[in-house]
Nanobody, 126 residues
Framework: QLQLVESGGGLVQPGGSLRLACAAS????????IGWFRQAPGKKREGIAC????????VAADSVKGRFNISVDNAENTVYLQMNSLTPEDSAVYSC???????????????????WGQGTQVTVSS
């Protein structure tokens, strides 16, 4: 069974960068689609970006295009989220989730995720 563990969160100043990691175990990522999501207090969970472990195809939300980049390292069985030009509005718990490749184009829909990590807190503050 696939298990996902996020890491890399923390406190960063506005304008700074962080790289989050979603490490997979139990199965290889080349069979899966992995998505990154975030949820701030009092807000709905928001899909950020997802990537196919098989071919590297990406779906990304308009709200983060140009600032956030998702990538996969199949040798490390890990999906990364590089976040640049962070603002306080990016503060949230960031989680990764697994999706079936059959629903790749819907992978920004939180309710369709099958396996979720525990999340990592990102706080952007001066």
């Amino acid at each position: 069974q696939l298990q996902l563990v996020e890491s890399g969160g923390g406190l960063v100043q506005p304008g700074g960068s962080l790289r989050l990691a979603c490490a997979a175990s139990g199965e290889t990522l080349d069979k899966h689609v992995i998505g990154w999501f975030r949820q701030a207090p009092g807000k709905k969970r928001e899909g950020i970006a997802c990537i196919s472990g098989r071919n590297g195809a990406i779906v990304a939300a308009d709200s983060v295009k140009g600032r956030f980049n998702i990538s996969v390292d199949n040798a490390e069985n890990t999906v990364y989220l590089q976040m640049n030009s962070l603002t306080p509005e990016d503060s949230a718990v960031y989680s990764c989730a697994q999706f079936s490749p059959a629903i790749f184009r819907l992978c920004l829909t939180p309710g369709l995720g099958s396996y979720w990590g525990q999340g990592t807190q990102v706080t952007v503050s001066s």
